[in-house]
């Protein structure tokens, strides 16, 4: 893996895997604690409309993909406080449209030849520098508003009633998280590809929860444990020729499955202990 960091797109992409990981580290732990995973997924395949979009009016790709998603963002999160009740099917309607404008979009553009595997499985290893500028951008502003709005978003993530009492403006910080999630999803989709974003969003938070005693301590362990299968799916990767994104989320699974070993171990061990 060192003798690989001599290569300029290796190096670029051991920057943009550790930049991800700070951003789900962050915004996925907002995502577990407050139970948004499928809204979460919405966004992301949503995403693929920007995406079509970008190619068909020839913008850049995260200028079209970040504001198709920020727009379908705000859309499901105005669904999700005004008719929870049917929040999951318009949602799933929201995702299904996102996917089908992307497609229909990428089909209608002139000479058409974008590599889809690399926006549905990612494509880190091409990522340029100015997109990696545009990554820490990103999370120096999700770092920045969760920092600040730290008590607010503790208090809404696990008491959403008592916020109220304390005054806490919880629809106007709920809409701001959805927002600071669409940002990071485009962003992680550049590791691992809109498919897999979820995946490498939830699992270093849920592995992270069960050590956590804080809000905090589990959004800096999720972003070392998501930094930790980055670098490992990265190297498997490049030893063995395959493609980086399932790389980092194969390794992150297999982590997942031995935090399930580990947590089934001792409580096996508690109850014989109890038993005795």
């Known amino acids: 893996m060192i003798e690989a960091l001599q290569f300029e797109f290796m190096q670029n992409a051991l920057i943009a895997g550790l930049l991800a990981s700070v951003i789900c580290g962050v915004m996925g732990t907002m995502v577990v604690v407050n139970r948004i995973v499928f809204l979460s997924g919405g966004i992301a395949h949503a995403a693929f409309g920007g995406i079509g979009l970008a190619f068909f009016f020839g913008w850049p790709y995260l200028v079209g993909t970040i504001g198709f998603s920020v727009i379908a963002a705000l859309v499901m999160a105005i669904v999700t406080l ?8 318009i949602i799933g309607v929201i995702w299904a449209i996102g996917m ?81 999630l669409a940002l990071g999803v485009v962003m992680i989709i550049q590791v691992v590809g809109l498919i897999l974003v979820i995946a490498l969003m939830t699992i270093p938070p849920y592995i992270a929860e069960k050590y956590s005693k804080s809000l905090v301590s589990m959004m800096v362990l999720s972003s070392v444990l998501s930094a930790l299968f980055t670098v490992i799916g990265l190297w498997l990767s490049y030893v063995f020729n395959l493609t980086s994104g399932a790389s980092i989320i194969i390794v992150a699974g297999v982590g997942f499955l031995i935090s399930l070993g580990v947590e089934q171990l001792m409580a096996s061990g508690l109850v014989k202990s109890v038993q005795e």
């Open 82 to 89: 005004k008719a929870k009740h049917r929040a999951d099917t």
């Open 100 to 180: 089908a404008i992307g497609i229909l979009l990428l089909d209608l553009t002139p000479g058409y030849n974008v590599d889809l595997m690399s926006y549905l499985f990612g494509s880190i290893l091409t990522v340029p520098d100015s997109d990696i500028w545009m990554m820490v951008a990103v999370a120096a502003v999700i770092f920045g508003v969760v920092t600040y709005f730290y008590n607010d978003y503790l208090a809404l993530s696990y008491d959403e009633e008592f916020a109220q009492i304390r005054g806490v403006r919880v629809n106007t910080l709920y809409v701001l998280m959805i927002v600071m």
